[in-house]
């Protein structure tokens, strides 16, 4: 099977991403903001059909541990995939466009949350090199998220992943 087609979201996307995964509200919402430059949604294609989307959020994080304690890192957000296309790549693939977006963009580190019953989101952002931070998980209004971080830009030497460049906060 082809790897996904991955790309910011166009007008025209919006209808089949909606059929999709519903929510349109979010999705409308998501797009406005990519359009004030606010963020990019990005969209995973395979065959022509919409079969993932991922939002990277780089305006401050709307929760409060995450802008004291990663000031200036951006969130992604929102990955999605549809449960007919599960395990095949499409999530990693969203996952590695939005960091080389992000890397692009001059930015060292990535955080995400995952919802604490979501074992196999867990998994696949282990696999991925992200850690879990060093506190509590953060409560939302609809949920509670483990939060995971992740250098990016790293280099393999040997057995140790060391970034190429620092993250804000080591100097």
Known sequence: MPDPHIRPVIDSDLTALIWA???ADFFFDRFSRQSRGRGALLIAL???AVVGNVYLWWEPAEEAELRERL???PVLTHLEVRSDQRNRGIGTALLAE???ILRQRGHHRVAL???LANADAQRLYSRLAYVEWDYPPVRTAEETFQIFV???G???DEEECRPRCGSPDQG
């Open 21 to 23: 995964f519903g929510q």
């Open 46 to 48: 395979r065959g022509g």
């Open 71 to 73: 000031p200036g890192v």
């Open 98 to 100: 939005g960091e080389r």
């Open 113 to 115: 949350g995952v919802g």
């Open 150 to 152: 992740k250098a990016l």
């Open 154 to 156: 790293c280099e393999r």
